[in-house]
């Protein structure tokens, strides 16, 4: 798998992720306290952002060795 195709593979699941967090949320958001869901909703929101950090330092990596490829070529 090249470089390109991961960069992809990892926009297509940070994509995956923000649904699921929406969805999480609007479902939260009916069945929850207004003090459970906000408690819930920053859990959601801190492993997501983790999550996405995690995949952006991947793509910073993979986007580097591409580029030094890129200049050897």
Same mark, same amino acid.
């Given at each position: 798998? !090249?470089?390109?195709?991961?960069?992809?593979?990892?926009?297509?699941?940070?994509? @995956?992720?923000?649904?699921?967090? !929406? @969805?999480? @949320?609007?479902?939260?958001?009916?069945?929850?306290?207004?003090?459970?869901?906000?408690?819930?909703?920053? +859990?959601?929101?801190?492993?997501?952002?983790?999550? +996405?950090?995690?995949?952006?330092?991947?793509?910073?990596?993979?986007?580097?060795?591409?580029?030094?490829?890129?200049?050897?070529?």
């Amino acid at each position: 798998m !090249g470089a390109g195709n991961a960069n992809r593979a990892l926009t297509i699941i940070v994509g @995956i992720l923000g649904i699921l967090v !929406g @969805i999480a @949320i609007f479902s939260m958001a009916f069945n929850l306290t207004p003090f459970l869901t906000a408690i819930v909703l920053v +859990y959601i929101m801190a492993i997501f952002l983790v999550v +996405y950090g995690i995949i952006s330092i991947i793509q910073a990596i993979l986007l580097k060795s591409q580029q030094k490829k890129a200049v050897t070529a």
